[in-house]
C-alpha cells in the first residue's frame, strides 16, 4: 500500500538548517506531484511546497519563500525539503504528501505521519 | 495569493446531525477546492476534490457543492468518527493555501 514515512526532524538552533526526508513505497514515485504540508502547535494545516512529478516546477508559500528548497530523487523514492536558518515560525510537524496524479493542481490524496520540528536554543 | 476562509470556526453537534462548513475564495479557484479531515495526531485524510467528486474509501455522508466562490462540505448524519477539523484547501493557484479550519465537536 501507499506509504509515505518522514524524517530528519527534532531540535535545531534557531539559525541552523535543516533537511527533512520522505521515503515513499507502493507506488511509482516519479508519476506524481509532491507536496509539503506543515501544522504549527495549535494552529492549522499551512501548505508549504509542491514539486512536479519529474522536478523542476516548483512553488513555495509566501512565508518560506527563500528559505527553503523542496527537492526529490526519482530514483531514490524521496522527496527532500531544505530549510535554511530556522526561526521559531519554523516549528511544527511537518507532512509529506502525494498529490494525486502528475498534475501540480490536483488534490493531496496521501499523507505521511509527520515529523516534528522543534526550533529551540 | 488567493485567501481561504471558513465558517463557522468551530461547531458542536450531536451524533446524527446534519453538518455544514463553508469556505470561501478570495477570487475564482473554478473546481480545485478540496476538503480534508483532519483528527489529532494523525494524518489529514482527503474527503472530496474538485468541490464535489467523493475521493475512494469515504463514505457517502460526506457531499461538496459548489457556488461561484463559495464551497460547502455537508456532513448528513454525523456519526462519532466524524469529530475532527475540516479544512478546505484550493489548489488552483500555488501557492495552495488551506482554509483556516472548522472544529467540530460534540455537543
Known amino acids: 500500500q501507499v506509504q509515505l514515512v518522514e524524517s530528519g526532524g527534532g531540535v535545531v538552533q534557531p539559525g541552523r538548517s535543516l533537511r527533512l526526508s520522505c521515503a515513499v513505497s507502493?507506488?511509482?514515485?516519479?508519476?506524481?506531484?509532491m507536496h509539503w504540508v506543515r501544522q504549527a502547535p495549535g494552529k492549522g494545516l499551512d501548505w508549504v511546497s509542491v514539486?512536479?512529478?519529474?522536478?523542476?516546477?516548483?512553488y513555495y508559500a509566501d512565508s518560506v519563500k527563500g528559505r527553503l528548497t523542496i527537492s526529490r530523487d526519482n530514483s531514490k523514492n524521496t522527496l527532500f525539503l531544505q530549510i535554511h536558518n530556522v526561526t521559531s515560525d519554523d516549528t511544527g510537524v511537518y507532512y509529506c504528501?502525494?498529490?494525486?496524479?502528475?498534475?501540480?493542481?490536483?488534490?493531496?490524496?496521501?499523507w505521511g505521519q509527520g515529523t516534528l520540528v522543534t526550533v529551540s536554543s | 495569493d488567493i485567501q481561504m476562509t471558513q465558517s463557522p470556526s468551530s461547531l458542536s453537534a450531536s451524533v446524527g446531525d446534519r453538518v455544514t462548513i463553508t469556505c470561501r475564495a478570495s477570487?475564482?479557484?473554478?473546481?480545485?477546492l478540496n476538503w480534508y479531515q483532519h483528527k489529532s495526531g494523525e494524518a489529514p485524510r482527503l474527503l472530496i476534490y474538485?468541490?464535489?467528486s467523493l475521493q475512494s474509501g469515504v463514505p457517502s455522508r460526506f457531499t461538496g457543492s459548489e457556488s461561484g466562490t463559495y464551497f460547502t462540505l455537508t456532513i448528513s448524519t454525523l456519526q462519532p468518527e466524524d469529530f475532527a477539523t475540516y479544512y478546505c484547501?484550493?489548489?488552483?493557484?500555488?501557492?495552495?493555501?488551506f482554509g483556516p479550519g472548522t472544529k467540530v465537536d460534540i455537543k
Open positions: 514539486i512536479s512529478y519529474d522536478g523542476p516546477h516548483k
Open positions: 474538485g468541490a464535489s
Open positions: 477570487q475564482t479557484v473554478a473546481n480545485y
Open positions: 507502493g507506488f511509482t514515485f516519479g508519476s506524481y506531484a
Open positions: 504528501a502525494r498529490g494525486k496524479s502528475t498534475a501540480l493542481s490536483a488534490a493531496v490524496d496521501s
Open positions: 484547501q484550493q489548489t488552483y493557484s500555488a501557492p495552495f493555501t
